[in-house]
């Protein structure tokens, strides 16, 4: 039974928004209560719920509810999610046959950026990240390149925040990550040798949109055999390369 309030509430919570997306302005409970076919009491206990979450206001004159932008700002940040998702994939089977090494596909997020996608290597080492999984932002190459080309207030997170130490190579000093970070910035790409996992190189470079705003990592992942801590020409020019072409396809128009 709880499971099935629990869904039941969601379904509710949906129909509300649905329908006053679909009303001419401002709506009040009885209306919506009529228009979904609910109790006025449960449509009451919703509204509350969305008001308290940001997603719908009321008019403290009318009485009357209606939704607020921070829906249409969700739905903007899934469009532009999905439009660099769409284009970065269109480079990675590139990149793939010009490294043949693991290519991965990385978002950012307030606490890491995140694996949307990865085309695998075989090698004798294995992968092991996964498409969701999320890379601290002080231990990863495309955690480097966030805090190197991202919003200032990354910064914050690594500084309040545990900077853990995954392996014996990761640094957890604020200085010498800032110092890192400021060479990422003028070089424009980023490196994590055994980082994060033993054995592993992760070599990254940003993706910006049409406002010149960081849209996500482009990043070549391998053993430290053969994408070294000092990587090779041909895997940079590869990389930003490739960042640079799914950048131009967003809209971006700059260096």
Known sequence: MPDKDSIQSVVTALDIIEFMSRSNGPIGVSDLARGIGRTKPRIYRHLRTLVDR?????????????????????GQAIAEQVNFLAEARREMQVLYER????????QVEATGVRVLDIL?????IEITSRPGAIFDFHSSAQGKVALAF???????????????????????????LR????????????????EALIGINALSAPVFDGTGALAGTINIVGSVQFLTP?????????????????????GYRGR
């Open 230 to 250: 000092d990587p090779d020409t041909a895997f940079i020019d590869a990389v930003t390369d490739a960042a640079r072409n799914v950048s131009s396809r967003l």
């Open 99 to 106: 490294v043949a090494q693991t290519v991965t596909i990385g």
């Open 54 to 74: 940001g997603y719908v206001s009321q008019d403290p004159e009318t009485e009357r509810y209606q939704l607020t932008l921070s829906l249409f700002h969700i």
């Open 179 to 194: 110092a890192e970070v400021d060479r990422v910035r003028h070089q424009g790409w980023a490196v994590a040798p055994e």
């Open 120 to 124: 695998r290597h075989r090698s004798e």
């Open 150 to 176: 991202g919003a200032p207030d990354l910064w914050q997170v690594v500084e309040g925040g545990e900077r853990r130490q995954w392996t014996d190579n990761t640094n957890t000093d604020i200085d010498t």
